[in-house]
């Protein structure tokens, strides 16, 4: 079960963009569209991650997502923070 101070957080940064860590070691930039307590996941739009070979490329950028099990910490960043381009490695 998710902590209620990070669904909080997650569902305060729709249609934001967000570093989200994950206890895997993977860190995503992304855009968060939705939060679902029903399914424990977050439906996120890719900007960058440090894990750029598990991502298939497609001539539409699909939409991703991730359990809330897997999430270690997630922060939000305002756009000026973000200064990759879509599709680009993320490098910590």
Avoid: W
């Avoid at 957080?9 to 206890?23: D, Q, S, V």
């Avoid at 993977?26 to 424990?40: F, H, N």
């Avoid at 897997?70 to 000026?80: F, T």
């Amino acid at each position: 079960m998710v902590k209620p101070e990070l669904l909080s957080k997650l569902k305060g940064l729709i249609h934001k963009e967000a570093r989200i860590k994950c206890f895997d070691g993977e860190e995503i930039v992304a855009q968060i569209l939705a939060v679902s307590e029903i399914e424990q996941d977050v439906i996120y739009d890719l900007i960058s991650t440090n894990r750029q070979f598990q991502y298939e490329k497609y001539d539409k950028q699909p939409l991703y997502r991730v359990k809330f099990e897997d999430i270690k910490s997630v922060d939000s960043l305002d756009n000026s923070s973000v200064e990759m381009k879509r599709g680009t490695p993320f490098i910590p």
